[in-house]
């Protein structure tokens, strides 16, 4: 019997190109939306996980693990934005409470200084070299992908907001947030100034500014909330689209940051 000759045919070149055509063409109109799905993504995730570790941090103070911590904000410059907690146990603040020797009572605007301004001395207990199961209860974020308008400072809070401190960079004005945006966007530090009475305010006009800014926001009680700037737009001179600024609404984010990622490995235990 003869074998029937198969009918096989290919893609010619004109197909070829063709499809490779359409291809980018939808890929071009995708882009656009895909980018900035991403630069939402990496802000988001950053201020969730900044939210997150104070909220932590404060919940030591509710379990009883801590009677003073301090949240220690560290940008380093062109590498990343680092987050760490510490804690003070509560035997310790009633030792420092009850000497009238110490620096607790003789200086109290230096309880929350941070390690530049100490020149490295820390009376944090899960700083010590045998701090033991209490490191446990400490964290340390490295954020590579976003920065902040600052570049070292500390917030500290105790129980029922009796002690709350500032230092280094947030002890001007005893701001109680910072700013969030890209750091491949702004670079080292995010271009945003604080208003008059420790305000948010938006970046300044233009389309160089034109980004993803959120703020992590607490209070002396341990609240902690998340804002977005909410960006608007109008025309230069000469009729383009321009960004003119923006307005801050807070956003309801309820859940770990650890949920929306299988590679949130930033948020380590300190050893």
Sequence with gaps: MLAQEKNIKGFNLLELVVVIVIVGIVS???Y????????????????VKIKSLIKNINAQIDRGTFGFVQVL???TSGTA???ESKGMTIQ???????????????SPETRCDPPAVTGGESYWDTDADDAGDLKNFVYKLTLEDVTTDISEGSVC?????????????????ARDFIYVCRRDFKGDLCNVEVGDQNSRISPPPGNANDDIYKTVNWT????????KMNNEYGLDPEGNKMFTGGSWIDEPYTTDPTEDDDDDEDEDKED
Excluded: C
């Excluded at 656009?32 to 201020?47: A, D, H, I, L, Y």
């Design 28 to 30: 071009a109109a995708a």
């Design 32 to 47: 656009p939306n895909f980018s900035k799905w991403k630069k939402e993504r990496e802000v988001r995730q950053g201020t």
């Design 73 to 75: 904000i560290t940008n």
């Design 81 to 83: 934005l680092e987050i």
């Design 92 to 106: 310790n603040l009633a030792t420092r409470m009850n000497d009238g020797s110490s620096n607790w009572n003789d």
């Design 157 to 173: 809070f105790s129980r029922h907001g009796k002690f709350y401190h500032h230092g280094g960079d947030l002890d001007v004005g």
């Design 220 to 227: 002396r009680f341990g609240n902690v909330t998340i804002s």
